[in-house]
């Protein structure tokens, strides 16, 4: 049985796969999936892997969605969301292990 906080975790990562995925996005979706799939897995490598998704150009920080050149705001704030939660809960997680 997995941790409390490494179960919400998951569920935020599967979020945004999903999310991701549905909007074409499958690069990323593909990068969160190995990430979630080793988290789930009990490998904290699963951590370094999505945290290396942030900071610099073109990370998961940058990423907006877009809709035949509109923005849908619904989906981007899903995205925000999704991606604010589990960047600190996967912050929060590297520190307990550290």
């Keep these: 049985m997995l941790h409390p906080d490494v179960?919400?975790?998951l569920?935020?990562?599967?979020?945004?796969e999903r999310l991701l995925?549905?909007?074409g996005i499958n690069t990323w979706?593909?990068?969160l999936k190995?990430?979630?799939d080793n988290i789930e897995k009990s490998d904290a490598y699963g951590l370094q892997q999505f945290l290396?998704?942030?900071?610099g150009m073109g990370s998961l920080n940058d990423l907006i969605l877009s809709q035949d050149g509109k923005l849908p705001i619904e989906e981007n704030e899903q995205l925000n969301s999704l991606?604010?939660?589990?960047w600190s809960l996967a912050n929060?997680?590297?520190?307990?292990?550290?």
Excluded at 11 to 16: I, K, Q, V
Excluded at 52 to 55: A, E, L
Excluded at 83 to 86: E, F, I, V, W, Y
């Design 7 to 9: 179960a919400e975790l």
């Design 11 to 16: 569920e935020a990562l599967r979020g945004l």
């Design 21 to 23: 995925f549905e909007q």
């Design 29 to 31: 979706a593909a990068r």
């Design 34 to 36: 190995q990430a979630a």
């Design 52 to 55: 290396s998704m942030f900071g």
């Design 83 to 86: 991606r604010s939660k589990a």
């Design 92 to 98: 929060n997680l590297r520190r307990e292990i550290l």
